[in-house]
């Protein structure tokens, strides 16, 4: 045999050798790095405790949880996300953004269950001039994964460049320009989501220490009735728990929504009025727990405990939610059917009035505040009267 070709025939055995190994390495190489790179984006961040984001001038809280499994709530995070998808569409002006958001924002909304840790922390505060509700929320992601795919999202439906605070990146959704123009503001870092009203509370948030100051625990009448949260072990099927302290006119301010809500003129001063007649002020109620339990999109129970000083002060309001409770199923009752059946029950727990609250017709109420499956209300068009006709009691 020619000693050529010998050797021609190893030179090509050692090739296909070395290929054979080349594509080994790298195929293995490929493996182990999907692996690694999957172990990262799915590795699980631990949540942190509500404390980390108190500030002094915290005055309220509400942990909202988010159970995907939970009929009630999944059906009223469907019907709020549907709303801010579209109203993200009509704060855009071209054709070609304004169907982008939307799409994007429903997919947003089928995947957060598995972006997000169920409790969802809502910290309350009122503005410097004290006639403004600021919020901040405090969403945690589970996942580096979360914080690409949140990045992602709110790159599509952000209305202005977004800026840098440290780790974190601030987007802005919303109209800036125009007398209604409001803007939301939301920070992400790649282990939470901040989302507030108010640009400086996203920027004291992505800052927050790991280890909370000793004096940051809220104001004075809200660390008060802290433990009435019960945070670490709430009651079954608890889906929201919120604590107000009643600070700069917070609870009047609830009086007036309450007056435009449920379509009563004059609700506001009427309780006031009642409360004046037992010698109670608004002032005297030191804050406002609110549990929710969300059964259907259409149906809730809920409890509102007020909270006084003074047992004698508790027992008084007790009688006064009596008869705003009974006035207030009147009125809806010579209104027809249609709208919110409502059950109560009040009761006093030593220095509290605790009014029990069994509702109805929620999805009725959403499409008023919200629009039919979550779209901005219309407005109403001005049409001159049938002379012929008289015209019906309006329809909530």
């Not at 030593?350 to 109420?365: E, H, K, Q, W």
């Amino acid at each position: 045999m020619d000693n050529t070709f010998a050797v021609h025939e190893n030179t090509r055995k050692r090739r296909r050798w070395g290929c054979t190994c080349g594509c080994l390495v790298f195929l293995i190489g490929i493996i182990f790095g999907s692996v690694g790179l999957s172990v990262y984006i799915f590795q699980r961040h631990r949540p942190a405790a509500m404390d980390r984001w108190l500030t002094p001038t915290v005055s309220g809280f509400m942990d909202l949880r988010l159970n995907p499994a939970d009929a009630g709530m999944n059906a009223l995070f469907t019907h709020s996300i549907q709303a801010l998808a579209r109203r993200a569409e009509s704060a855009s002006t071209t054709g070609t953004v304004q169907t982008q958001p939307a799409a994007n924002i429903a997919q947003f909304s089928r995947i957060l269950g598995w972006l997000i840790h169920p409790d969802v922390f809502v910290f309350f505060q009122r503005g410097a001039d004290g006639d403004r509700e600021e919020t901040l929320t405090v969403a945690q992601l589970r996942f580096v994964a979360s914080w690409v795919l949140a990045r992602v999202m709110l790159n599509a439906v952000q209305t202005s460049t977004s800026e840098r605070e440290g780790d974190a990146e601030i987007f802005t959704i919303g109209p800036g320009e125009g007398p209604s123009a409001s803007q939301v503001r939301i920070g992400l870092t790649k282990k939470a989501i901040f989302i507030s009203n108010n640009i400086s509370l996203v920027r004291e948030a992505v800052n927050a220490k790991a280890d909370p100051y000793a004096d940051a625990r809220g104001s004075e009448a809200f660390q008060r009735y802290t433990q009435e949260m019960n945070l670490q072990e709430p009651p079954d099927g608890e889906d929201a728990s919120i604590l107000l302290a009643n600070e700069f006119n917070r609870l009047t301010d609830f009086f007036a929504w309450l007056e435009k809500n449920t379509h009563q003129p004059g609700l506001k001063d009427q309780i006031i009025g009642l409360l004046s007649k037992q010698g109670i002020s608004p002032q005297d109620i030191q804050a406002v727990k609110i549990s929710a339990n969300m059964l259907t999109g259409d149906h809730a129970k809920a409890s509102l405990s007020f909270y006084c000083l003074q047992s004698e002060k508790a027992r008084k309001l007790t009688d006064v939610l009596r008869a705003v409770v009974t006035q207030v199923n009147a009125s809806m009752a010579m209104e027809g059917d249609d709208g919110i059946k409502l059950k109560s029950d009040v009761k006093q727990e030593a220095s509290a009035a605790v009014l029990m609250l069994d509702l109805t017709g929620l999805s009725g109420l959403l499409s008023d505040v919200l629009g039919p499956d979550g779209a901005t209300p219309p407005e109403p068009v001005s049409t001159s009267p049938d002379p012929t006709q008289t015209t019906a009691p309006a329809q909530r």
